[in-house]
């Protein structure tokens, strides 16, 4: 990991195993969401959860929340429990569920300690945006029921679910309440409008996503609403008195202008926040069973550490 001039060079190459969790994780790039691929796309994120989950020492109890599916991760052995960690995942709002979203609330937990939140918000195009949103804010009311301070809480997201954290904190501020003690982003999507220059220029690099893919779950999502409006595209918010933020990401990746602004734009606010860039590393790679997976949770966890 290393921040410095980009060099563009190939893509890394994966081995079998890598290609399979690969297939298992990536959409794809489909020029439209028909319900053939999506139902192809959940069902397999849901082995991939249930496959390669690090549920060793861990319990996953499944709960609802009103209509809304939901599971605490934590671990069995004693711990504390003053704090707690809430969890967006990704999947390009039309995918992605409960099952899937064990794999990186099981790293969160192990790296952190802390009890990890999950939740399977509605998704697109059968429930397109404010859904996923109302959603998160249904599981961030159940948290400050269960008696927890906004402060004690972490927000974490990857990729959509990234952008969905970072749309949950515009929204409780809008509504004058508290934001969460910090945010961990992997791959954030901060842009809807693709106008970051990554899209281009790392295309051929990234092993993961595609410009198409971006543009048809965006339609799925927000079918005739303005990619850049705040709403959608948090880069393009405000970004005063938000909590101390962790971004990492990929150097291969189309997404990478999304987090370099972010984490730009974040400090024009005064925000206190840290951008990881990770050489060789494509979208979400903190989900693979790789090296630098392993050392970007524990820089996470020193983050929170250092921060709350």
């Given at each position: 990991?290393?921040?410095?001039?980009?060099?563009?060079?190939?893509?890394?190459?994966?081995?079998?195993?890598?290609?399979?969790?690969?297939?298992?994780?990536?959409?794809?790039?489909?020029?439209?969401?028909?319900?053939?691929?999506?139902?192809?796309?959940?069902?397999?994120?849901?082995?991939?959860?249930?496959?390669?989950?690090?549920?060793?020492?861990?319990?996953?109890?499944?709960?609802?929340?009103?209509?809304?599916?939901?599971?605490?991760?934590?671990?069995?052995?004693?711990?504390?429990?003053?704090?707690?960690?809430?969890?967006?995942?990704?999947?390009?709002?039309?995918?992605?569920?409960?099952?899937?979203?064990?794999?990186?609330?099981?790293?969160?937990?192990?790296?952190?300690?802390?009890?990890?939140?999950?939740?399977?918000?509605?998704?697109?195009?059968?429930?397109?945006?404010?859904?996923?949103?109302?959603?998160?804010?249904?599981?961030?009311?159940?948290?400050?029921?269960?008696?927890?301070?906004?402060?004690?809480?972490?927000?974490?997201?990857?990729?959509?679910?990234?952008?969905?954290?970072?749309?949950?904190?515009?929204?409780?501020?809008?509504q004058g309440r508290m934001l969460p003690g910090?945010?961990?982003?992997?791959?954030?999507?901060?842009?809807?409008?693709?106008?970051?220059?990554?899209?281009?220029?790392?295309?051929?690099?990234?092993?993961?996503?595609?410009?198409?893919?971006?543009?048809?779950?965006?339609?799925?999502?927000?079918?005739?609403?303005?990619?850049?409006?705040?709403?959608?595209?948090?880069?393009?918010?405000?970004?005063?008195?938000?909590?101390?933020?962790?971004?990492?990401?990929?150097?291969?990746?189309?997404?990478?202008?999304?987090?370099?602004?972010?984490?730009?734009?974040?400090?024009?606010?005064?925000?206190?926040?840290?951008?990881?860039?990770?050489?060789?590393?494509?979208?979400?790679?903190?989900?693979?069973?790789?090296?630098?997976?392993?050392?970007?949770?524990?820089?996470?966890?020193?983050?929170?550490?250092?921060?709350?």
């Open positions: 990991m290393k921040k410095g001039s980009f060099r563009k060079k190939p893509a890394p190459q994966l081995d079998p195993a890598m290609r399979f969790l690969k297939a298992l994780h990536s959409a794809g790039a489909p020029s439209e969401m028909s319900t053939e691929e999506l139902e192809k796309q959940r069902r397999s994120q849901e082995i991939l959860g249930n496959l390669t989950a690090p549920m060793s020492g861990l319990r996953w109890d499944e709960f609802e929340i009103g209509p809304l599916p939901a599971a605490w991760m934590g671990l069995e052995r004693p711990h504390r429990r003053r704090r707690a960690l809430l969890y967006c995942h990704g999947g390009g709002y039309t995918s992605g569920n409960l099952g899937y979203s064990k794999v990186l609330a099981s790293k969160l937990t192990h790296a952190t300690g802390l009890d990890v939140l999950s939740f399977e918000y509605r998704l697109a195009p059968e429930h397109p945006y404010p859904a996923a949103l109302e959603d998160a804010e249904r599981a961030w009311d159940y948290l400050m029921h269960q008696g927890y301070g906004a402060r004690d809480l972490v927000l974490a997201g990857d990729s959509a679910g990234g952008n969905l954290a970072l749309c949950l904190c515009m929204e409780l501020r809008r910090a945010l961990l982003l992997m791959s954030p999507w901060t842009d809807m409008s693709a106008s970051g220059a990554s899209y281009t220029e790392r295309a051929e690099m990234d092993p993961m996503l595609t410009l198409e893919y971006i543009h048809a779950v965006r339609e799925a999502y927000a079918p005739g609403l303005d990619p850049g409006s705040s709403r959608l595209s948090p880069l393009f918010g405000d970004f005063a008195c938000f909590p101390p933020t962790l971004i990492q990401v990929g150097s291969h990746e189309i997404l990478y202008s999304d987090s370099e602004r972010l984490c730009a734009r974040m400090k024009e606010a005064g925000v206190p926040c840290r951008l990881e860039v990770w050489e060789d590393m494509w979208h979400v790679f903190q989900i693979f069973p790789v090296k630098k997976a392993s050392q970007a949770m524990e820089n996470m966890a020193q983050f929170l550490l250092e921060e709350l």
